[in-house]
């Protein structure tokens, strides 16, 4: 009877997943007829078994009301010597370093600190620390990151700043070969870097 119940459970919540409706919040309920007493092992005694009922309420994520297509970045000061940022489209950017990409300005899924979320896979925390930006407030860290298979390590700098009221966020990155300028590089594109957002 239990694995009836957790496989109920798993098909409400892929379904819920797959309907597009969100990250789900499951609420499982054991109800009890009157007539049934509980022993205290918590096994029902004198009755059948429990009856058990499978509640799912959204977590509005608020992703899906998001409209990139009101989204576009803007430079708002000049960008340090041998620098460059392309917009191949308004609401992403490409950052060049002497004509060579190694960076670059996006909006992606960003469910909090807590979670992890936003910071690439194979990558370590250095440092991080609060920055404001013309995005708005965020974090900046220096990473050491590495792939599989692959003996080289680089230190990245990585910026997420959250788009208020959505489970989203603005990320600003680029591969570092000169540890100190493009430190201050990164920090200027944050200062200037605007945004209009219709949302």
Known sequence: MMTRRLILICCVLVLAVLSGCGTPHVTVSTFQRSSDTVK?????????PAETKVYIEE???HTAAFNYDKVEFKL????????????????QGQIFKQGKQVGSLEIFGYYGDASGSGRPNHSSILSVEGIRSGLGNGKLYILERDMPKDPRTWTEY???IPIKGYELAYNVWIDSDDLDNDLLAMKRFLQILGVNNGN
Do not use: R
């Open 40 to 48: 205290p092992n918590g096994i029902l005694h004198d009755g059948g």
């Open 59 to 61: 977590m509005a994520p």
């Open 76 to 91: 708002t000061g000049d960008l340090p010597e041998g620098w460059n940022i392309s917009f191949p489209m308004k609401n």
């Open 158 to 160: 990585y910026a997420i």
